[in-house]
Structures are given as C-alpha cells and as structure tokens.
C-alpha cells in the first residue's frame, strides 16, 4: 500500500506572490507549443526542454530521446508529455538519480519540472517518501499531473525557473557534483598516506605461520681445518725497512 504525500507548507509565501520583477537578461524566455507553428521554431521548442530537464552543459547529442521528438513535431503528444518522457528517460535516470540521494533527486527533479526550489526540508522529506513508495517514475508522474503543474505551465508550456533570487539558474546545476557524491567521491578516493592504505595492506598480506623443525647437533660432521704440514723457509718482505731479509 503506498503511502499518501505527507502535508507540508510553505516556508513563506513568495511562491504564490506574482513577479515583480522588471524584465532582463535573466528573465526566463517561455516556449509554447501554439507560439512555434514552423519546423525551426518546434526544433527551439524542443531543445529548451532538453536545457530544461538535462541542464545546459549536459545536453549531449547520446541525450536525445528521437520518438519523443518525432511523436511533438506531428502533435501526437503534448509538451507536458514530452517532459515527462524526458524525465523518465535513461539518461535522466543515470544522471540525477543513480548518482544521488532521495533528498538530493527531489531537490533536481523539483527545479526541473515545477520551475522552484523545494520550500523546505518537510517537502523533501515528503517527495523522498513517495520516491521510496511508488519509484522515481511514479514521484515523476506525481510532479507532472499535479495541479501546481498544470496551472503554471499547462499542455504546452515547456516549464522554466519561475522566480530567481540568487545563485546560478537551476539548469546550470550539475546533478552529481552535490554534497552526496562529492563526499562520496572523497571517501573512495585513494589517499597517499592514508592510515586506511596501511590497513587495507596489511589485513591483504597473507601470514604464513613456520613450523621450527628441532635439529641436533650430534649427527653434524665438522670438517678438520687443521694444517698438516708446518711452513719452511725464511719469512719474506716486500718492504725495504724490514728487519728480516728481503728478495
């Protein structure tokens, strides 16, 4: 039995508040299935929803999911669909999801698809749940037949970065550098002079224990080093000071 979306409320209340903003280079442009009737204007279309969903710097040409670009061009699918298959996708999947925490997944996958940041850690948690419960498609589907979705961007609205405040836009986020995987990479990681190393080696050297084999030393045979003959002769010097004669 899967679990219901825990209630959760807004940290405050700019959400719901329109924009005030005035217009600029960061005004976010909107991309509408009715506002793109020629075949240049859908291929714009559809590569904002790639920006969107993938990020900008991972929109690489394996990404691209050709049905689902086929099925939007003959208006056999709506955007919202287009996105969902985006999200659902393969390459989404080995991007954000293998490489991440549930919290972290939410936080992504909430920019991407709703437009904002989660209002809170009690949204997270939230999300992670269904995540848990229903799988990452079910979370997807959730996201993109909530109402929230539909009343902000419809059929045919590519969703974009509703409000922002501060940072970088949401799809110049890289999804495996966050706090998770970085810290994941630095603990697997191998360090030179790490007490680990030396730990490792040593519980990998295999311990050979030696059984000592008692010897006596009555059966060895010691070899009779004594001279038989006494030398002859007068002792001779090469140095010239010596006392005794010299050859």
Do not use: C
Not at 156 to 167: A, G, I
Not at 207 to 227: H, W
């Amino acid at each position: 039995m899967s679990i219901p979306l825990l209630q959760y409320k807004p940290s405050s209340q700019n959400q719901r508040v329109p924009g005030y903003e005035v217009p600029n280079e960061d005004t976010p442009r909107i991309y509408r299935l009715e506002d793109s009737p020629t075949d240049s204007e859908i291929k714009e279309l559809i590569w904002a929803g790639y920006r969107q969903i993938f990020s900008e710097h991972e929109n690489l040409q394996f990404h691209r999911q050709k049905n689902l670009e086929s099925q939007l061009k003959n208006r056999a699918i709506t955007v919202r669909d287009f996105i969902r298959g985006l999200a659902k996708s393969e390459a989404y999947r080995r991007l954000v999801v293998e490489t991440n925490s549930n919290y972290r997944i939410v936080e992504i996958t909430l920019k991407r698809i709703l437009g904002r940041a989660p209002y809170n850690k009690d949204e997270e948690i939230a999300w992670s749940i269904t995540i848990a419960t229903k799988g990452f498609s079910g979370f997807v589907d959730a996201l993109v037949d909530s109402e929230e979705y539909q009343i902000n961007f419809g059929d045919n609205t590519v969703p974009y970065q509703r409000r922002r405040f501060k940072d970088r836009p949401f799809n110049l986020v890289t999804p495996r550098y966050g706090d998770y995987w970085r810290d994941k990479q630095e603990t697997e990681r191998y360090k030179w002079g790490d007490i680990n190393n030396f730990l490792d080696m040593a519980k990998s050297i295999d311990i050979k224990t030696v059984s000592y084999t008692p010897v006596s030393t009555a059966n060895i045979q010691i070899p009779d080093t004594t001279r038989q003959e006494k030398p002859r002769g007068i002792p001779v010097s090469i140095s010239p000071s010596a006392s005794f004669p010299v050859r």
